[in-house]
């Protein structure tokens, strides 16, 4: 039977057996991971990276609940329903998986199903060749989408991935002159992005290998969405801790991009933009450009994207000048107290609100008093005092509780 069975009490059967199947798609799902990891020469069980476990098993489970939904019920629509699925998959392109290992891992997954199908509906062969026949067809036109998307995700990853840039960025950023093999490209009023990248949990790995790998895998997936979502880019350096981007005047808003590169990346990315009103001009917007991811950091906008005019009022406490050491000074016994430091950034953040502090910070409102009055014990200055209290944002403002920030000039 290669044709929908009719009688009422044969659509029951299968109507059955399909749900029995689909209360063990879990299982079915860690088997084929399993069984991947074991044939794949790519991985050993001391180096797995972790979205084996996580974005691929998840991908796994949609092609077998798709796969089995199919059998009775030819009205999906294959495309839509598995697009954020096959999209999530093509991350594994910035990683450097060979379409080969990941066409695997899917026909392993088709494998399983079939295995189960047999299992169930082995004793009626034409009841299991009608199953087969229509999981079949949807998991071909799966794999037709699977193979355009990759196919689209690598031409998007071979156009960002340049990696002679970073000697013309250095160039032009010391304001050197640098020969360029297509002049008409120069951007006429150019903008700099700089990224600040944090580390993913793999790359605090104790193996160096899956440390290296990581690593690798972060830059690749940073570099492809930024060719995908920044339209003009120009000029890309993108290593694992930072990146620096110089493009053609960004078109649209920028805002959403640190929130996406961190959810592709898996690392929380902080981004800072200076416009520039010339190529000679970059060296002025590059500085001010770090200038702005450095105070973004310290300033709590850590996973947003910044301008100057974002962050201009802590910029200006905090930026080097003959008075700012005068300032320090007068804070200098919060030096060794972080805590105390970070619960002053939460309090002016919070508008002087004591207790929308204690709920920021999860303490009660009395302790937010008793740290704010052994700041005062400590430096002399009271938060009720207002110039006391912009000495102290001047402090917080210059230091820092964030572990992957540089030092500042001054430190406090």
Not at 33 to 38: K, M, S, T, V
Not at 271 to 276: G, P
């Amino acid at each position: 039977m290669r044709t929908a069975p009719t009688d009422e009490a044969t659509k029951d059967d299968l109507q059955g057996t399909i749900a029995r199947i689909r209360r063990s798609v879990p299982r079915m799902a860690r088997a084929i991971i399993d069984r991947y990891i074991a044939t794949s020469p790519l991985y050993t069980q001391t180096a797995v990276p972790e979205h084996l476990h996580r974005e691929s098993a998840h991908t796994v489970r949609s092609l077998l609940e798709v796969c089995l939904r199919s059998i009775t019920d030819e009205s999906i629509d294959v495309a839509d329903t598995m697009r954020e699925n096959i999209e999530r998959g093509t991350e594994r392109v910035a990683e450097g998986l060979p379409l080969r290992e990941y066409m695997r891992c899917w026909q392993i997954g088709f494998d399983v199903l079939v295995e189960e199908l047999e299992r169930e509906l082995g004793t009626d062969h034409g009841l299991f060749w009608f199953a087969y026949r229509r999981a079949h067809i949807t998991f071909d036109c799966m794999l037709r989408e699977v193979v355009s998307a990759y196919e689209i995700h690598a031409h998007d990853l071979i156009a960002a991935q340049d990696r002679n840039h970073a000697p013309a960025i250095d160039a032009l950023l010391r304001g050197d002159g640098w020969v360029f093999d297509d002049p008409d490209s120069i951007p006429a009023e150019p903008s700099i992005m700089l990224l600040r990248i944090g580390e993913t949990p793999a790359e605090g790995s104790g193996d160096r290998n899956a440390r290296s790998l990581a690593a690798t895998r972060k830059v690749r997936a940073i570099r492809a969405h930024l060719a995908r979502a920044v339209p003009g880019l120009w000029l890309v350096d993108v290593r694992p801790r930072h990146a620096r981007i110089v493009m053609h005047p960004p078109i649209g808003a920028l805002d959403p991009l640190a929130v996406d590169l961190a959810r592709i990346s898996g690392a929380p990315v902080t981004i800072a933009i200076e416009d520039a009103t010339s190529i000679e001009d970059l060296p002025r917007a590059g500085t001010t450009a770090a200038e702005v991811l450095d105070i973004a950091i310290r300033s709590g906008r850590t996973g947003t994207v910044s301008r100057m005019s974002d962050v201009a009022l802590a910029h200006h406490f905090a930026h080097t000048s003959a008075s700012l050491p005068v300032l320090l000074e007068r804070c200098a016994p919060l030096q060794s107290r972080p805590d105390l430091v970070h619960t002053l950034r939460v309090y002016l953040a919070s508008n002087l609100d004591r207790r929308a502090t204690a709920d920021t910070l999860v303490v009660h409102p009395n302790t937010v008093d008793n740290r704010l009055n052994r700041v005062r014990e400590l430096t002399g200055l009271d938060v009720h005092i207002t110039t006391e209290l912009l000495t102290l944002a001047v402090a917080v403002s210059a230091a820092t509780d964030d572990p992957d920030a540089e030092a500042p000039a001054v430190n406090l």
